[in-house]
């Protein structure tokens, strides 16, 4: 059974960066859709960033665009959400999330993803 565990949530002033880490066990990240989302209280979870390997292809929301990036470490089965110029409304519990298909319409649906982890907080304060 495929299982994912988030890491590297923390407290940082805003202006700062952190690095997230989801360890992937139990399938092979090249042929699936892996990726971010994120939700705030009493907002609904959005899609953050996503990555499929299989086309090399990457996609980011809007409003992390230019300060997020995200990328896989294969050979540790490990996907990463770098965090850069982080903002007060960036914080939120990041989740990963995989589904055993390309990367494709409606990646930005959570309904989409089969597999999530249980969430790593980060919160954006001075």
């Known amino acids: 059974e495929p299982r994912l565990v988030e890491s590297g949530g923390d407290l940082v002033q805003p202006g700062g960066s952190l690095r997230l880490s989801c360890l992937a066990s139990g399938f092979t990240f090249s042929s699936y859709c892996i990726g971010w989302f994120r939700q705030a209280p009493g907002k609904e979870r959005e899609g953050v960033a996503f990555?499929?390997?299989?086309?090399?292809?990457?996609y980011y929301a809007d409003s992390v665009k230019g300060r997020f990036t995200i990328s896989q470490d294969n050979a540790k089965n490990t996907l990463y959400l770098q965090m850069n110029s982080l903002k007060p409304e960036d914080t939120a519990k990041y989740y990963c999330?995989?589904?055993?298909?390309?990367?494709?319409?409606?990646?930005?649906?959570?309904?989409?993803?089969?597999?999530w982890g249980q969430g790593t907080q980060v919160t954006v304060s001075s």
């Open positions: 990555i499929y390997r299989g086309t090399s292809s990457e």
């Open positions: 999330a995989a589904e055993p298909r390309p990367c494709v319409v409606g990646i930005w649906a959570p309904q989409r993803y089969r597999y």
